[in-house]
């Protein structure tokens, strides 16, 4: 089993930067894509960026140009880093990532718990 953990959410005014990490850890083969989503309550989950295992980023629409996505393969860790946050970027994110359990295994998605992130006006 994959463990996704995420850290570093917390309440930041408007304007302000914020660092969230997920660590992956458990028994894996490899790691494919990374990346981030958030839901807002009452509203769907969204992607906000990935990250393949070669670097390759996308982001939303939404964050483009404030947000940026990294990756450090060993650790097994994926970072994201929110600048000039705004009070709608106020939701809960989630890490994702797909990964493989063995050579013998397809590779499967998994999700950490979320971490808060709340931006105040």
């Known amino acids: 089993q994959v463990q996704l953990v995420e850290s570093g959410g917390g309440l930041v005014e408007a304007g302000g930067s914020l660092r969230v990490s997920c660590a992956a850890s458990g028994n894996f083969f490899s790691i494919y894509g990374m990346g981030w989503y958030r839901q807002a309550p009452g509203k769907e989950r969204e992607l906000v960026a990935v990250?393949?295992?070669?670097?390759?980023?996308n982001y939303a629409d939404s964050v483009k140009g404030r947000f940026a996505i990294s990756r450090d393969n060993a650790k097994n860790t994926v970072y994201l880093q929110m600048n000039s946050l705004k009070p709608e970027d106020t939701a809960v994110y989630y890490c994702n990532a797909v990964v493989r359990r063995s050579y013998r295994d397809s590779p499967v998605s998994s999700w950490g718990q979320g971490t808060q992130v709340t931006v105040s006006s």
């Open positions: 990250i393949s295992s070669g670097g390759s980023t």
